[in-house]
């Protein structure tokens, strides 16, 4: 079982930043994918940001692409997403995701993401 906190939401005006954390409690995390989802009030989740186990494979949702960078910490079991130039529309509650095993690709299709966090609330607005 992998246990993931996030922290780092807010509330911020907008084109401001912010950083969000994952910390997860299982020392094979480095060998997984790990996701970065958001899901706004009635609204579908949806897939922002996730990044190979090695870290050098990244993919972005497209409406993220250019402003969010998902980077991670093998060593210390933390997995970021650095959110520049922030929108109202960006406003959801934000959850960390561990692939369902090691051989997953990255991929922003949650249903290959096996262990959530319970999330982190990120308001954007004036």
């Known amino acids: 079982q992998v246990q993931l906190v996030e922290s780092g939401g807010g509330s911020v005006q907008p084109g401001g930043s912010l950083r969000l954390s994952c910390s997860a409690s299982?020392?094979?995390?480095?060998?997984?994918?790990i996701g970065w989802f958001r899901q706004a009030p009635g609204q579908e989740r949806e897939g922002v940001a996730c990044?190979?186990?090695?870290?050098?494979?990244?993919l972005y949702a497209d409406s993220v692409k250019g402003r969010f960078t998902i980077s991670r910490d093998n060593a210390e079991s933390m997995v970021y997403l650095q959110m520049n130039s922030l929108k109202p529309e960006d406003t959801a509650v934000y959850s960390c995701a561990v692939a369902a095993t090691m051989a997953t690709v990255p991929t922003l299709s949650s249903g290959a993401y096996a262990y959530w966090g319970q999330g982190t609330q990120v308001n954007v607005s004036k």
């Open positions: 990044i190979s186990a090695n870290g050098g494979t990244t």
């Open positions: 299982r020392s094979s995390l480095p060998y997984h994918v």
